[in-house]
């Protein structure tokens, strides 16, 4: 019982430090972190079906391109689950600070078929 | 992404060097739900600890040189955020935390928002999420400060 005391009492020591060495060292964030959304645009058939489920418009599927206003997106993952083909999936990238507004969105072209 | 592989004490001497003396942010709330606030909050808890890095937080825009802004910008609050603007020294940067701060998110087009606080400050840079995890606000400080490259991951 008391080693089991003094081991509670040094395990802290053993630790070492607790704080994040990030920026020194590259992140390693656990997968079920929602980060950038990732479009595979060989699996997207444009059927704008994230277009419709995204609640603030973030994505649009225009011109031949889907298209993802990250200055919009709250990474809820609405766009991922309505996919009927799976073509979204969100990413555990976080970091995306930019300095102009354009550069926050990110535009994927799509190849046409049929 | 570019990760900088030096110590915490070389961007230390990176912020000491560009602004003779360390960073100093004044966190403002222009109407945001609080989500953004406890991110950053928690960027001074042990796990993040910020002031390793020589950034700290102010409780006047008098004394900051970075104004971190959370929220949608709402009308009541805009003229009390340019007055917190103008009340700093310069060189002033201006930090756009979250979708709200950046383009109003889930808040868009409400009467009472002015759709981000790019139309009532000059924005430096933006870091989007919701709320954006602390990291991610690190890496929008450093890049205000000029020390890492700012952007989308390359595809």
Same mark, same amino acid.
Request: proline fraction near 8%; glycine fraction near 10%; hydrophobic fraction near 40%.
């Given at each position: ?114 | +992404? ?70 949608? +910008? ?13 009340? +700093? ?58 020390? +890492? ?7």
């Amino acid at each position: 019982m008391i080693a089991d005391l003094v081991d509670r009492f040094l395990r802290p020591l053993r630790r070492g430090p607790l704080t994040r060495p990030y920026p020194a060292e590259a992140l390693d964030l656990p997968a079920t972190v929602r980060g950038l959304p990732e479009l595979d645009a060989g699996r997207c058939d444009s059927s704008a079906d994230c277009v419709r489920a995204c609640p603030t418009q973030a994505i649009a599927v225009r011109e031949g391109a889907w298209t993802l206003d990250v200055g919009r997106c709250i990474f809820c993952g609405d766009c991922a689950r309505a996919c009927p083909r799976d073509a979204i999936r969100l990413g555990n990238t976080v970091e995306l600070a930019a300095r102009n507004r354009m550069d926050l969105v990110v535009v994927v072209p799509l190849e046409t078929r049929r | +992404m570019t990760q900088i592989p030096d110590p915490a004490g070389q961007l230390r001497r990176s912020i000491a060097g560009r602004l003779g003396r360390s960073l100093h942010i004044r966190h403002l709330d222009a109407g945001s739900c609080n989500g953004c606030d406890w991110e950053i909050a928690a960027l001074l808890n042990p796990y993040y600890d910020i002031q390793r890095l020589g950034i700290d937080f102010v409780a006047s825009p008098r004394h900051a040189d970075l104004l971190l802004v959370t929220g949608v +910008m709402t009308r009541n609050l805009q003229d009390a955020a340019l007055r917190t603007y103008e009340a +700093m020294p310069e060189p002033r940067l201006v930090v756009a935390v979250g979708a709200c701060a950046i383009s109003g998110g889930v808040f868009a087009g409400g009467y009472a928002s002015a759709d981000g606080i790019g139309g009532v400050l000059p924005v430096d840079v933006l870091v989007p999420g919701c709320p954006p995890r602390p990291e991610a606000l690190i890496q929008g400080l450093l890049v205000a400060v000029g020390r +890492m490259e700012p952007g989308l991951p390359a595809r």
